[in-house]
DNA sequence: AATTTTAATGAGTGATTACTCACTTATAGA
DNA sequence: TCTATAAGTGAGTAATCACTCATTAAAATT
């Protein structure tokens, strides 16, 4: 009756929903996995992260590698729609403010999914077409018109498109991605400091 | 007399040196590693590539990380005592050209152990500490003083050094290291466009 | 309440792993 | 040439791993 969800009563012992688990899993694969990478995770700490029996995972996804594709794939793609949503400037300058704005947000709070996602996109062809079509693929198509407009309007320079993006993108991934790795080598002291760092940089250059 | 090096003659059998040896399994560490991952790589792999049994990998390294850390420690530091020695231009604009090609040379010639370095920087401490100091620390003490003498002159603007540099190594990184991801992103023919590109975007930026 | 269906469990399994060590082979020195 | 030493070998080992399956427990259905 009020069967299908929430499942709970009766006996004196109550049990999550299925879906709550597959969360869980999912959660604690997505801990394990970004702490010691996917060879160096074995289920049993993650079955033991999660507070389920090493045997439920295997319920749920029918091997490792496809929880690894669990824990990254809709990750992906959760950002980018977000972004269709958002107000996201009249002009491409602006635009292009809050489209950096929202990736720097974005790696910041997934900055663990992301490394790894990198990481194990050289080894899984999987992952690698995931991270391609889903962030990079998708970042620049969501560009690309607002890219060509500030070309016609005489904002941006005619510069080539896809070299001038890889760059972009490059700055910013190298905010948050490896942020840990160059240790204190960052002093801005909030985001909006980086993002108009970043920004500053990719509109006018260095050169005076 | 003749001996301790090239060791040969005498039985009908000969052996490689032991630095030949100890090569051959770098070699091949590096070739597997940067293929597999670490953890993805068995030391047998190793051995049968270097064409060694197996333990004679351990006779060379105590265990496989210090194998690891061999394959990547001395490559890092290589590239960079190279510039040092090279030309390397008169003004600091110049410098930042020459700077630039050299570091997508050694990147592209290097895009393997350098993409193994960065993946494996996120779990061994050892690895990060190496990658920080000895390509981006030293990368940065390089840079420093022409960025600051650029400044002085009126040549560059008065940008913050770090967030600068953060981000041109972005663009540079980017350039090599995800190649593989873009897939058939990067569409210029040669090293010397990629470089171009890349120079005018950090130099005047995008806006006009 | 009784029965069926669905989910969870964890000890067990075969395969794989990094590393060892007793032994063989080549080289250096006499 | 003979011997002592250094280098190389690969079968063996204990540990670990992803995954299975017979058993137990809860939820849904009757």
Redo the contacts between chains.
Sequence with gaps: MNSNRDTKIHGNQKRKTVEQRRQDILEAGLKIFAK?????STTAEIARAAGVAEGTIFRHFPTKKDLLIAVLEPKVLEGLIQLDKEHVGDTP?EFFRCFLWNRLGLIKENDALI?LM??E???HSEV?EA??KGV?GQG?SIIRPWFEK?VER????D??F???M??F???????GL?GH???G????RTMDE?AG??L?????????
Excluded: C, W
């Design positions: 010691k990478g996917y060879n160096g300058t490394r990198f990481a996109a050289q080894y690698r991270l391609f990079l620049i500030g005489g904002d941006f320079k510069l080539p896809l070299p001038t890889r760059s993108m490059g700055m910013v991934m190298f905010y490896f790795v160059m240790l080598l960052s002093p801005e980086a760092n970043i500053d940089l990719f509109l006018h250059g260095l050169a005076r």
